[in-house]
């Protein structure tokens, strides 16, 4: 990443392709506001394969000099039916269409 990009420009653009896509979708839209965190890379992330996933992926699997990871997920409303695209009246858990890492190696 280049020195301009902060994490509240990341966060930013996010949310503002979030309200975006409703126009895109031609409906009410599917998300939420979107979560942006942070975190140095450290011996944190080695829990993961026992929490989430066995062959769940490290920093340094992605980019052996990575020092920082940003993460960001864009979780469902809670009214969005996965059946018809649209809102319904009635909650359904909140999953995430989008949560993907980015490593860098930028302090």
């Not at 009410?28 to 394969?49: C, S």
């Not at 995430?96 to 890492?101: T, V």
């Amino acid at each position: 990443m280049g020195k301009g990009v902060t994490v509240k420009h990341l966060r930013e653009v996010a949310e503002r392709c979030v309200a975006e896509e409703p126009s895109r979708l031609g409906n009410e839209g599917w998300w939420r506001k979107p979560l942006l965190v942070t975190a140095r890379v450290d011996d944190r992330f080695e829990i993961l394969p026992k929490i989430a996933f066995e062959q769940h992926w490290q920093p340094k699997d992605l980019l052996a000099t990575a020092k920082s990871v940003i993460v960001f997920f864009i979780p469902f409303k809670r009214n969005w039916s996965r059946k018809t695209g649209r809102a319904t009246g009635r909650a359904e858990t909140g999953e995430s269409l989008m949560s993907r890492p980015m490593i860098s190696s930028a302090g």
